[in-house]
């Protein structure tokens, strides 16, 4: 089985290699639309339609993805995306690239496969639309939902009319019926009606079925003939219908399996002639079943319980037969392989070959007998004297004082003769050649100021004696006879002007100016004396015509007379329909290219010639029934043998009884203006005329009293209906206001119920709602202490990573006054050996002056330094009141309760550190007066001894002790910042100061006095002796 995957191509192959007839089931090829991706899929196909010619088909999916396939060509072809899923589709219109499709927001649209643009958008349904059926014509179309059915214009696209039912009615299905112009519509309650299209009159209506045959229609089809209607639905019968005869013919019942039937169409067949006998029941085991209506025989079916089919659509050549299975894909099967057995001839076959040859045997038997012998010799006979004598005439033709020159120039003469050799005028030049016979004046503004009259009254209704299919025809054949009645108007009066004048319109409907000077010149000259005995026939004609009969064919006059046959039978009907009814269009013209190039009265003489010519029938007709049945259908005559018998007759008969003694030749219409045409009685006319009004206006009052009374009945029925509709709504409000009552009360009741319920679960949420908002403020109470102690935390650290940082510093600090030390050390060992010298001693009293400047500026940068360290102690002392503050008051909003005792500590806390403060400001005091005591002590003693004490010893002590009290300072600060620490032993700090100053002081006596006992024992006064400068 070939398998085609659309998936993501806009165009490609349909099948690698097509099947032949042998495939199995008959299958070409399966369908389908995948899409790759995360998730694989199949997209569904919902419906498919053939084109006209059945070699195309359209198929839509469910995501609005219209394709196209080339069955000939073997091609697929992306056409369209609307986007929804469409529900109906049609492919047979008048334009062969556009097509209709209705889609799931129930608006009609209609797209061209080869622009692949939207032509229009229809839109209208309430519902989905169901099905479109298209006119024969494909110009129009109805859409059909469940409640209206609306005919299209495909033309311009416009909604015509719309049919509207009862709600409790519904439409089952409205469609054109195939070679006609009726409309069928099929309702929900099993009514059946035929409408008229033109006029949308209802035609007839189907009668009801027999009992016991009642059935439900769901679904419709149609022969292609529109002869045969068979309705099937929630049952194994199958109803026939005959259309013409408006009855049930056949009831069919399908095997027992079927249980309902989903779809119908009629196979069609290219030697059935329309009448179709195959037809495809699809049931509801999603399988199609193949039938003969007349024999009743399964032929073949498609689709299995397994592959079930969703919907099919046959092709209108019976070639294919497409389906929507169950699964979404696409089966395309063939009709030929389906209805063969293996690829072999089935046994009938040579039945078949047989009874064809006994049929052509019988046809031609018939033809034998329907054509004798005898009459074709003598008819040869007569033709070749018709030679003689037309070669005669053409000999004497010099003689003859005619014009032969004509308009365009063209010459009569040479055209008789081109005629007279090939029988007819070529078709591409016979419209010029009979303008310029008929020299016709072309007078437009004369014919324009008949048109502009409007139409006549008198054919105002001619489409209702003659319906024209062709609405233009229809309407060119209206303006011509209405210019024609205008013009003259016995026209208007004569009831076989349509019959007359329909050939040239139907010849001429593009050149309505060239129609109407034609058929008034065959009126004029052709029609000469038709109008004097009106409104009888031209008795005058009929007598010449009569006469000319009984000179040629005695024998044939007398049988015609015998049964009461006059020329009012066998040659007016002949006349006012200038032979249009018994002649075939090429024959019809070939005829009348002889009457117009010869004189008016070859036209009776034509006539004349096809009654002698089919004398045999005549002969054989004993009926006046039979006689008015051969004049007014085709008969099987040579047109050619007709033909030469009337110019026969023209050379045959005398010139007492010849009509072209009592015809006048041709003339030509006048240019500028049309001549006067009054060879009538006009007193006839005008009182038939005046009838007619009078009649006219009777029919008027009698239609408006008749609409009138129908008003006034329907505004007494509407009247009626409008009162029991109002009476019946009263009471309909009763009940319900009854009934609204006690919804009233049983609502009220669910009421209180829900709002005790209500209440229940009210005071559920709320204890629950506290139960979290207490868990949630605990939580939060949680989260902050947790907040508070990271803080202390961090502050613990940071406090510990600064006194951390200040002991390094205060270590390195005394590290290098230790270095310091030792350099004084070496150079006052340096000092004290030069100082044995008297030059030494002038030395080292410049070095010591020197050293001594700049330990004066050393212990000036030095009491810089240790006044921005305590200014950094302060601001370190600050910061960490600022911190406790915070943290104090974070706490005492946390949880005052909690916090009572550590407040009462805090301010216990600010009063020690102010004594702290102030301890630590009076031990600074005290040092600096300490340390000046020295200093003054060190110059006295250098002053009364005059030795040199090295102050840089005391500045490194008084260095030492600066930074002793500095780590003192620090460690009291670390003591102060540490809360826990505080807290459980604040006395311990005071008394590790007061013991760390009492060690202080006495390391500073006990400096002073080794100072002294060094200076008195190492420099002893010396005595210098008196010695002068002398310069």
């Known amino acids: ?190 009514s059946v009606f035929a409408w008229e299209f033109d006029t949308l009159h209802c035609k007839y209506q189907l009668p009801s079925p027999v009992e016991g045959s009642l059935l439900l229609y769901k679904v419709f089809a149609v022969t292609r003939d529109g002869r045969t209607f068979v309705a099937g639905g929630k049952s194994n019968r199958l109803h026939l219908w005959c259309l013409e005869s408006k009855r049930l013919i056949k009831i069919i019942q399908m095997p027992e399996k079927v249980r309902a039937v989903r779809h119908l169409e009629f196979l069609p067949d290219s030697f059935d002639g329309g009448s179709n006998q195959v037809l495809g029941v699809l049931s509801q085991d999603n399988i199609m079943r193949f039938i003969n209506i007349e024999t009743c025989k399964l032929l073949f079916d498609i689709g299995s319980p397994e592959e079930g089919i969703s919907t099919a659509a046959i092709s209108p050549n019976g070639r294919y037969i497409a389906s929507v299975m169950e699964n979404g894909s696409l089966n395309l099967y063939s009709v030929q392989a389906l209805t063969q057995e293996g690829n072999k001839p089935p046994p009938s076959m040579f039945k078949v070959v047989q009874d064809g040859s006994k049929s052509t045997s019988e046809t031609n038997k018939l033809i034998m007998k329907v054509t004798p012998g005898r009459s074709e010799g003598s008819w040869k006979s007569r033709g070749s004297k018709i030679q003689t004598r037309l070669l005669k005439l053409q000999g004497n033709a010099s003689l003859e004082n005619k014009e032969n020159e ?24 016979r ?3 009979w303008r310029s016979l008929l020299q016709l004046p072309e007078n437009h503004p004369a014919f324009s100021s008949l048109i502009d009259k409007g139409t006549h009254s008198a054919f105002v209704n001619i489409h209702n004696k003659y319906p024209i299919k062709s609405r233009k025809l229809l309407r060119v054949l209206q303006r011509t006879l209405s210019a024609l009645a205008h013009w003259s108007a016995i026209f208007a009066e004569t009831p076989y002007i349509p019959l007359l004048a329909f050939p040239f319109v139907k010849l001429f409907q593009n050149n309505p100016l060239i129609c109407f000077e034609v058929v008034a010149t065959v009126v004029v000259n052709f029609c000469q004396h038709w109008f004097e005995y009106f409104p009888n026939p031209p008795v005058n ?86 006689f008015e049945y051969f004049v007014h259908h085709r008969n099987n005559l040579e047109i050619t043998a007709v033909i030469k018998e009337a110019y026969r007759l023209m050379e045959a008969t005398p010139l007492d009884i010849h009509p072209q003694r009592m015809l006048e030749d041709f003339i030509p219409l006048t240019k500028g203006q049309y001549p006067i045409f009054n060879k009538y009685p006009k007193f006839i006319v005008d009182y038939q005329a005046q009838e007619r009004e009078r009649i006219r206006q009777d029919e008027m009052e009698y239609l408006k009293e008749r609409q009138l009374a129908h008003e006034s009945e329907a505004k007494a029925e509407e009247q009626k209906a409008e009162d029991e509709a109002w009476y019946q709504k009263q009471k309909l409000l009763r009940e319900a206001e009854e009934q609204r009552r006690k919804m009233l009360l049983e609502e009220e009741e669910k009421l209180a119920e829900q709002r005790q319920r209500l209440t229940a679960i009210k005071r559920d949420l709320k204890v629950k709602e506290l139960q979290l908002l207490d868990a949630s403020r605990r939580r939060f109470l949680n989260y ?17 990573r600064k006194a951390s940082m200040r002991e390094q510093e205060t270590a390195a600090a005394v590290q290098e006054v230790e270095v310091r030390r030792m350099e ?107 340390i000046n005591d020295a200093l003054e002590l060190s110059e006295k003693l250098e002053r009364e001894d005059g030795y040199f004490e090295r102050p840089c010893d005391l500045k490194a002590r008084r260095t030492e002790r600066g930074v002793e009290v500095q780590q003192v300072l620090r460690s009291g600060n670390i003591c102060l910042n540490d809360l826990s620490a505080f807290v459980q032993s604040p006395h311990m700090s005071l008394r590790e100061l007061a013991r760390q100053e009492r060690e202080l002081m006495a390391e500073v006596r006990q400096l002073r006095q080794r100072l002294i006992s060094q200076a008195k024992s190492r420099h002893p006064p010396a005595h210098f002796p008196a010695t002068t400068w002398t310069p």
């Open 1 to 190: 089985m070939e398998r085609c995957d659309l998936g993501g191509r806009r165009s490609g192959p349909v099948w690698a290699r097509k099947a032949g007839p042998a495939a199995q089931r008959g299958l070409i090829v399966n369908i389908i639309h995948g899409v790759q991706g995360y998730h694989s899929k199949t997209i569904r196909f919902l419906n498919v339609a053939f084109d006209d010619s059945g070699d195309s088909l359209l198929a839509g999916d469910r995501q609005g993805n219209i394709y196209l396939f080339d069955l000939n060509g073997n091609r697929f072809n992306l056409v369209q995306r609307t986007m929804q899923a469409c529900t109906a589709l049609a492919f047979n219109l008048h334009r062969k690239t556009e097509f209709l499709v209705a889609l799931a927001d129930y608006s009609v649209k209609c797209f061209d496969t080869e622009t692949k643009e939207l032509v229009s958008w229809m839109r209208g349904h309430d519902s989905s639309v169901s099905s479109i059926s298209v006119h024969g014509s494909g110009r129009y179309a109805i859409t059909t939902s469940t409640d209206t059915a609306q005919l299209w214009d495909l033309d311009t696209f416009q909604r015509i009319r719309k049919l509207n039912v009862h709600q409790s009615v519904g439409i089952q299905k409205v469609f054109f019926l195939p070679l006609s112009n009726t409309i069928l519509s099929c309702f929900k309650d099993n």
């Open 406 to 429: 004509l308009p365009g120039g063209l010459n009569k003469k040479r055209l008789r003769a081109l005629l007279k050799g090939f029988g007819e005028y070529p078709a591409k030049y």
């Open 431 to 433: 419209m010029f050649v």
């Open 541 to 626: 004609v009929l007598s010449m015509m009569e006469n000319v009969l009984a000179h040629h064919d005695k024998e044939l006059l007398q049988h015609l007379i015998k049964y009461n046959v006059t020329s009012q039978v066998y040659a007016w009907p002949l006349l006012e329909t200038l032979l249009s009814e018994v002649l075939t269009r090429e024959e019809w013209l070939k005829v009348f290219d002889n009457i117009f190039s010869n004189h008016p009265s070859y036209f009776l003489m034509i006539v004349v010639a096809y009654i002698i010519c089919s004398r045999a029938p005549l002969l054989q007709c004993n009926q006046a029934a039979d």
């Open 784 to 800: 902050q202490q947790d907040q508070l102690q990271m803080e202390l935390k961090r502050l613990d650290d940071e406090i510990a």
């Open 824 to 930: 004084l050390e070496s150079q006052r060992q340096l000092f004290e050996q030069v100082a044995e010298g008297n030059v030494a001693k002038a030395e080292q009293k410049r070095i010591d002056t020197d050293w001594r400047l700049r330990v004066l500026q050393r212990l000036r940068r030095d009491d810089q330094d240790r006044e921005k360290v305590y200014e950094e102690l302060v601001k370190l002392l600050h910061d960490n009141r600022v911190r406790e503050a915070e943290l104090l008051k974070a706490m005492r909003e946390t949880e005052e309760k909690k916090w009572e005792d550590i407040i009462q500590k805090e301010a216990q806390l600010e009063e020690e550190q102010k004594a702290a403060a102030a301890a630590d400001e009076h031990r600074k005091q005290f040092l600096d007066d300490k």
